[in-house]
């Protein structure tokens, strides 16, 4: 029975220290980026293996010392990647008040899983909340009817409803002065740049939703890296205030992310205050922050925080902001090599979208 002990902990710590490697391989099948996720989830499996350490080993060999040092290894390369996103991380933007005759700009992003239709749920959270900004993922045509009794109250719309699970709706209450709908990587996948009217100024929005890498969808994330990184180079390209937003189907301590964060300069509102985990809704044990919100330097976060569950397999996420100097002090330096492989990244998921 002890030896049947051993063996079993001795492979469930192999295996878990080979999730936590595997994601420093540069390979963009699933297979790998899909250990991605589930980083806080690893940690925690970690510390209970620790902690299991003490009473499945009696007399501990070299051996055994050796796993419990890789274990203890893992679990603290795991908190590093893990702390930013906490109450003792270090915060990217500030936190303030808006002024009384200021407005807020709110926005309200929801994957609404094209396949639920319960549409009730989010209407009677829009009603209850009035966002200035919906954006709605996987929104067929379906969708698109069945939300009109409150987006009609929206003057402002872009609407690109699809039945691939990549449709897209944007309703604002700010006037929006130009838009584009662009089909970035895929025909298939469209994302939204706008440019709104806010406080005398014009502030610029990219909507996105990139494939995620899974078998049934994308087997790779070449295509998803090209498109999160193509539009923070648009971001950065603007240079004046902007925000990304929507499903990116990526997690908030990827590689590709960070990346992100370093070629266009954006800022993270999660930084400092919470991981703000929106996916999945049903399995508590299996969550991550999919949906996201990226500023420029010129934003000011006055509150955030993931909503109420609309039966979707994610929670809608809310974000409120307000403008005020730019402040570039937070952000993150980008090495030459990192450019390279932005660029390297951005090319190859182009010719893979042509060639599909």
């Not at 192999?14 to 991605?36: E, Q």
């Not at 049934?216 to 890296?225: I, L, M, Y």
Request: proline share 6%.
């Amino acid at each position: 029975m002890e030896s049947i002990t051993h063996c079993l902990y001795w492979i469930t710590s192999i295996l878990a220290i080979m999730s936590v490697l595997i994601p420093a391989i540069k390979n963009t099948y699933w297979t790998f980026r899909v250990f991605d996720y589930p980083r806080f989830q690893k940690f925690v499996i970690l510390l209970i293996l620790i902690f299991a350490w003490f009473f499945t080993f009696e007399n501990p060999n070299v051996y055994e010392y050796i796993i419990l040092a890789v274990q203890a290894i893992c679990a603290g390369y795991l908190f590093y990647i893990i702390l930013p996103y906490t109450d003792l991380g270090k915060t990217m933007i500030d936190k303030t008040q808006p002024n009384p005759d200021e407005k807020v700009l709110d926005i309200l992003v929801c994957n609404v899983y094209q396949h639920n239709r319960n549409y009730q749920k989010l209407i009677d959270l829009v009603k209850e909340e009035n966002p200035s900004i919906l954006f709605f993922l996987e929104t067929d045509e379906e969708w698109q009817n069945a939300l009109k009794s409150v987006t009609k109250h929206y003057e402002y719309k872009i609407e690109v409803p699809l039945a691939n699970t990549y449709g897209l709706l944007f309703y604002s209450h700010f006037p929006v002065k130009n838009y584009e709908v662009n089909y970035l990587i895929d025909d298939d996948i469209p994302s939204i740049v706008a440019d709104l009217e806010y406080n005398n100024q014009t502030v610029r929005l990219f909507g996105i939703h990139p494939t995620p890498p899974v078998p049934q969808e994308n087997p790779e994330s070449t295509e998803r890296d090209a498109e999160i990184l193509l539009v923070g180079e648009k971001a950065k390209n603007y240079g004046k205030p902007s925000i990304v937003f929507g499903d990116l189907n990526d997690v908030a301590w990827s590689r590709t992310t960070k990346l992100f964060l370093k070629s266009s300069g954006m800022l993270d509102p999660r930084r400092g205050r919470g991981m703000f985990n929106t996916f999945h809704v049903k399995y508590w044990f299996l969550r991550w922050p999919l949906d996201h919100f990226f500023v420029s330097p010129h934003f000011r976060l006055v509150d955030m925080k993931v909503m109420k569950s609309v039966d979707s397999d994610h929670f809608p996420i809310w974000i409120s902001l307000v403008v005020r100097n730019e402040d570039k002090e937070e952000q993150f330096d980008i090495s030459n090599e990192e450019k390279e492989e932005v660029f390297e990244k951005i090319e190859e998921g182009i010719e893979k979208g042509d060639a599909n």
